[in-house]
């Protein structure tokens, strides 16, 4: 009965468009557009709001959700757990509802599915696009094949805090490279093709300006100013909606007093009006209900009233829309065409998907998860991800004579700490730790291990005695620490970000032998390591690097590859310093190579007025775009096209970059601005640009940016996009803080 009401409706659509010259004018938009409007007709009040509403579905799913289902209250559900149960609720919501409109089933498939790739953060120290978009496409083909429509990534929020858990989640604090990312993983989600059964809707997360969340607390305040919002906060989600992302999550913060799940300004004015998203906007869990505890609305009928006035169509597990917009219709408080307005957008995404023609998922012939394929591609990126801070005396990679290798610490062998936050669908037995990649090498190597530690955070010291021996009869020790997967991702924030545990002085203890110490550290944030640096020989960035950690490391350090990767969030020296972050003002008494901190306790006599502290060097610890190789690049001849040029000019920007050392790598050069002054003050540096490329021993390559008017815009109080005549400065190079430069001049 239900598909013969909508089919009926759909074939009455064609045969009107058939009959005119409007058909051949449509394209496929405006036939979905009237398709929808075919159904919208049909809908009673009860199922438009329906389908804006998504549930959970719990293990022991209970008939009242189906009925919920029977009876058209229920437009989407997250976690559907497993193929069958998904394929059930659909074949419920296709043959026994009354229009048998589609179900649509999320789930966070943030770096992998099964395969696991590197934390996001990780990933963006690839300063690798493509890699990044091949593992979206991996991801959104396995979780395909197991029934996944549509996952909760990319999360895109700036952040310039490591102590916020959700930093892992994230790109790191850059507004232009976390743009190039949103594009490459809404590429990779959705495929060429959103019909084609193994692309999955992608959802630009979280929108705006949770990772401003004051202190690094999850969920708390954002003051944002507008123009600070539109320059930094924002332009990722405008990449992603210019990609094609299908969709949006509206955050759990207060933005500038007006929660983020009710801000008409960043939902429909921004959003919708200025970008002209079409897709569908999803509250993030709860967070309609949660205007109240804001104290933004009073009660769940005036948080869904503000919600869906804002532009949140689907509201995520609470149940404010289902409770209350019928009553609000009904006193008038509410008008329908805003129900309407959100239904098209879900049913857009429905419709683009393929849904209503491909409901019931099916495997595919072939198995598509942990390929090898897939496995190649998360040890590659694993591979790319890990950054080398330190690698004193060229101490890596490890070369002859050494051949006893010591494996020490918490992390050498944790097959779930590896993957990381947001990977519920990773499993520690199919992830290959450093230790069984060592021990699976047929080399003429001794790899000895011993764990120190039993976590992270252990604080016992009963297996110092074990370690001490393995390192002792070793001639180099890897020692892997860092924090447990549970010590970032949502609601995991940290006030100390030290490494947990007993783990330094197991350092200490080991650094006592005199051998050389690597130290790789996993974690989901930069970490603080001041107290611990000079301690260690070489220092490995991995992040939690997923499935593949064990054989990307052992590759890493054994010289099978080079270190690539570089730094996308600035590393403080001390908690006191955050927030640090490269792209900062100037300030009227900028900091100089004087203010490198005193001795803590030292006399109060600053050397000249500066922002700074007292007790410590102005500059981060390690600063974004930072990175060393096994090899030396040459940076030299800088060179631009022009002194002058005009708002329609390209100014070419050139450089060359030599391989002056004895391996073969890769190297990101990277292309920062600076508008030395304007009406509104800006950053002291601004990436505009990278390439990321191969040389060989002795090769040299010329590097070429191009630059426009276009880039060097920027938004000013009052919302307005500016590009304003003046001096610029270009700076070319390795990192944020060592590069060349030259000026030129807009007019
Ligand atoms: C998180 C979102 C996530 C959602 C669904 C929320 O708690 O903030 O990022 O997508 O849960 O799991």
């Excluded at 301690?535 to 270190?563: E, F, N, R």
């Excluded at 060097?617 to 040459?634: I, Q, V």
Aim: glycine residues 8%.
């Amino acid at each position: 009965m239900t598909q013969k009401i909508i089919s009926l409706a759909i074939i009455l659509t064609f045969v009107f468009l058939s009959c005119s010259d409007l058909r051949k004018k449509m394209d496929e938009s405006q036939l979905i557009e009237a398709k929808i409007d075919s159904i919208l007709v049909l809908m009673t009040l009860e199922e438009k709001i329906g389908q804006l509403q998504q549930l959970q579905i719990k293990k022991n799913m209970h008939d009242s959700v189906c009925d919920l289902v029977r009876q058209g209250k229920v437009g989407s559900f997250l976690n559907p757990g497993n193929l069958e149960t998904r394929n059930r609720l659909q074949k419920i919501a296709i043959g026994e509802s009354r229009l048998g409109i589609p179900l649509i089933f999320g789930r966070d498939v943030i770096h992998g599915y099964r395969t696991v790739f590197p934390i996001p953060l990780g990933q963006a120290a690839s300063w690798n696009p493509e890699l990044v978009r091949k593992a979206a496409r991996i991801a959104a083909m396995e979780a395909s094949s197991e029934g996944i429509d549509w996952t909760f990534a990319p999360m895109i929020d700036i952040s310039r805090d490591p102590r916020w858990g959700r930093v892992a989640e994230g790109c790191g604090e850059d507004p232009y490279l976390t743009g190039i990312y949103a594009k490459a993983m809404v590429h990779g989600f959705q495929g060429n093709d959103l019909k084609d059964p193994s692309a999955i809707a992608s959802c630009g997360k979280h929108f705006a300006g949770y990772g401003d969340a004051e202190g690094g607390k999850d969920y708390n305040t954002t003051l944002i100013p507008e123009s600070e919002l539109r320059n930094i906060y924002l332009p990722p989600f405008k990449a992603l909606v210019g990609a094609g992302g299908q969709t949006i999550m509206s955050a759990f913060n207060d933005l500038n007093g007006i929660p983020a799940s009710g801000n008409e300004f960043t939902l429909r004015r921004i959003l919708r009006n200025e970008w002209n998203f079409d897709g569908f906007v999803i509250s993030d869990w709860d967070a309609i209900i949660e205007m109240i505890m804001h104290g933004f609305c009073k009660d769940g009928s005036e948080a869904a009233l503000k919600a869906i006035k804002a532009g949140v169509d689907m509201e995520m597990v609470s149940t404010s829309y289902m409770n209350n917009l019928a009553g609000l219709v009904n006193n008038g408080e509410l008008n329908t065409g805003l129900i309407d307005d959100a239904v098209k957008n879900i049913l857009r995404v429905k419709y683009r998907l393929g849904l209503f023609d491909r409901p019931i998922a099916e495997v595919p012939c072939e198995n598509v998860i942990l390929t090898a394929d897939n496995l190649e591609l998360a040890r590659r990126l694993a591979t790319e991800s890990c950054v080398l801070l330190k690698n004193s005396n060229q101490v890596l990679p490890v070369k002859e004579p050494v051949n006893r290798i010591a494996i020490i610490g918490p992390l050498a062998d944790a097959p779930r700490e590896q993957l990381g936050a947001w990977s519920p669908d990773g499993r520690p037995e199919e992830s290959q730790t450093p230790l069984a990649a060592f021990q699976a090498l047929k080399d003429n190597r001794k790899y000895l291990y011993a764990p120190g530690l039993q976590s992270s955070r252990d604080k016992s010291t009963r297996g110092f005695a074990e370690a001490l021996k393995v390192a002792g009869s070793s001639q180099i020790i890897f020692l892997f620490l860092g924090e447990e997967a549970i010590l970032s991702g949502e609601n995991h924030s940290r006030a100390f970000l030290n490494l947990p545990g007993a783990q330094e002085q197991l350092i200490d203890l080991l650094a006592s032998t005199g051998k050389p110490l690597v130290g790789i550290i996993l974690a989901g944030r930069p970490l603080i390591l001041s107290d611990i640096e000079d301690k260690l020989d070489a220092i490995l960035y991995a992040w939690h690097p997923g499935t593949m950690a064990g054989p990307a490391i052992a590759d890493l350090l054994l010289g099978k590859s080079v270190p690539s990767g570089k730094l996308t969030i600035s590393f403080p020296r001390a908690e006191g310093q955050i927030p640090v972050y490269y792209n900062h003002r100037n300030t009227g008494r900028p900091p100089s190579e004087v203010h490198q901190g005193m001795i803590p306790g030292d006399p109060v006599n600053p050397v000249g007025h500066a922002a700074f502290y007292l007790d410590l060097d102005y500059r981060p610890m390690y600063p974004f775009g930072y990175g060393l190789s096994y090899t030396t690049f040459e940076y030299s001849g800088l060179k631009l096209s022009a002194d002058t040029i005009s708002m329609d000019d390209t100014l070419r920007v050139e450089i060359t970059v030599k391989n002056s050392g004895l391996y073969e790598a890769f190297e990101t050069t990277q292309l920062y601005i600076r508008d030395l002054y304007a009406s509104l003050t800006r950053p002291v540096r601004e990436l505009k640009g990278f390439q990321k490329f191969g040389l060989e021993p002795g090769e040299s390559r010329k590097v070429v940016f191009r630059l426009t008017a276009a880039d060097l815009a920027f938004y000013n109080y009052k919302g307005e996009l500016l590009v304003e005549s003046g001096d610029f400065r270009v700076f070319v190079g390795k990192s944020s803080a060592d590069v060349l430069e030259a000026g030129f001049y807009l007019k």
